[in-house]
């Protein structure tokens, strides 16, 4: 499946769900969902999730979604035990497994595809973790990613995105969109 | 001679400022959360300040969550700013240094405040921690003037001030800000 797919087909039915991005879903995030309610993890590898469970715990009434990258999780692998013991019950913890740090110039990751995300985030504790392989399957499981009880974990089996943060046009600043998100949420007194 | 803080001391000190956040950010915005409790303290626990986390697993108003890396804890404090929830890193020096890329990609960068509580575990009473013979403790004031962390020692009861005043500080400055716990708390 195409990273562009999945993303356009979440963009579709997530409502006013918060999203964040980081690695290659940031520059196709910005295109398909200019900037509206998302934060990117950049300049911070890996931090995605930890950044998602700060929004999911500070807006328990919102859902958050993350779209990591298969290297950054790795990266900071001991998040998904401190998610599940967090049990943000509105996170879900999306995973675009592609078996590469792509953003990087390609290389393989630790393991490449062998790496089970699903198995791992079970055995941290996530309340539901499973693998989606195709755009069919991800349309089905869109309510599940959307509305079930998390913490979630779902892997996303995805090809190389086409555009990469190196390739595309940068997007606004990390502070710039940390203002313009608390902005939209905590909604200031003009 | 620096001296102890009774950990009951720094825990009412921590539900005035996070009090005091949350009447700050009502009076700024239409939308603040709503929430039980008064705020957060994010711990990858601190052998110094031991007692401190030991008080809080017996004060419901503050939420501790233990995570696993001091880049989780700087990154989750990142999302709880954002949707408007105070909170204090507790973390020790050597946890400082683990995590100084994500220190400087999201309280530098993002200009996200987080306000850190550091031990200084096995700072010596005899030497400024700058002369210590330990390089954990050598390393810490200097690392964050590096960074252009502003950043105060607590040495005693007579400091517990600088906690209110530093996490303003980093609120004002829209970045990082800390205090360093010179001994154990009792
Ligand atoms: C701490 C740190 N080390 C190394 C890098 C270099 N780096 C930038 S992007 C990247 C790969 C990201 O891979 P992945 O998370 O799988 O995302 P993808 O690019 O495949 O979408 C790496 C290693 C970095 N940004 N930060
Ligand atoms: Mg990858």
Redesign the interface.
């Known amino acids: 499946m195409k990273p562009e797919d999945a993303l356009r087909a979440i963009a579709a039915a997530r409502g006013d769900a918060i999203c964040v991005p980081t690695m290659t879903t940031a520059p196709a995030w910005r295109a398909i969902a200019p900037e509206d309610l998302s934060?990117t993890?950049?300049?911070?590898m890996?931090?995605?999730s930890?950044?998602?469970?700060?929004?999911?715990?500070?807006?328990p009434e919102r859902r958050v979604i993350v779209f990591d990258g298969d290297g950054s999780l790795l990266m900071?692998l001991?998040?998904l035990?401190?998610i599940a013991?967090?049990r943000p019950r509105n996170l879900a913890h999306l995973v675009f497994k592609n078996g590469v740090y792509h953003t990087s110039g390609s290389q393989e990751i630790p393991g490449g595809l062998i790496v089970d995300f699903v198995t791992m985030a079970k055995g941290a504790g996530y309340r539901e973790a499973y693998a989606v392989r195709d755009l069919g399957e991800l349309q089905r499981c869109l309510p599940s990613i959307l509305g079930e009880e998390g913490p979630l974990l779902v892997e996303l089996w995805t090809t190389l995105a086409e555009q990469t943060p190196m390739t595309a046009p940068r997007g606004a600043?990390?502070?710039a969109q940390?203002?313009g998100?608390?902005q939209a949420?905590?909604?200031?007194?003009l | 001679m620096p001296e102890s803080i009774p950990a009951s001391l720094i825990v009412e000190t921590l539900r005035d400022t996070f009090r005091e956040a949350r009447a700050a950010?009502a009076a700024?915005?239409?939308?603040?959360?709503r929430h039980d409790h008064l705020g957060?303290v994010l711990s990858v626990p601190d052998t110094h300040q031991r007692t401190v986390l030991a008080a809080l697993d017996k004060e419901p108003a503050i939420r501790v969550?233990?995570?696993?890396?001091e880049?989780?804890?700087?990154?989750?404090?990142?999302?709880?700013?954002?949707?408007?929830?105070p909170c204090v890193l507790m973390i020790q020096h050597a946890g400082l240094y683990a995590s100084v890329?994500?220190l400087?990609?999201?309280a530098i960068?993002?200009?996200?405040p987080i306000f850190y509580m550091i031990g200084l575990l096995s700072r010596e009473t005899d030497r400024e921690p700058r002369e210590s013979r330990h390089s954990m403790v050598r390393y810490c004031e200097p690392l964050l003037d590096t960074f252009g962390v502003p950043h105060a020692r607590l040495e005693g009861p007579d400091d517990l001030r600088l906690i209110g005043q530093y996490f303003r500080l980093s609120r004002e400055r829209?970045g990082p800000a800390g205090v360093l716990v010179g001994m154990p708390t009792a």
């Open positions: 934060v993890c950049v300049g911070f890996g931090g995605a930890a950044l998602g469970l700060g929004l999911a715990l500070a807006r900071q001991g998040s035990a401190t013991g967090a600043p990390f502070h940390v203002e998100l608390r949420l905590l909604k200031p007194h | 950010l700024e915005v239409t939308e603040p959360p957060w969550l233990t995570l696993a890396t880049d989780e804890a700087n990154a989750v404090a990142a999302g709880l700013w954002i949707g408007g929830e890329n994500t400087r990609g999201v960068d993002g200009q996200v829209r």
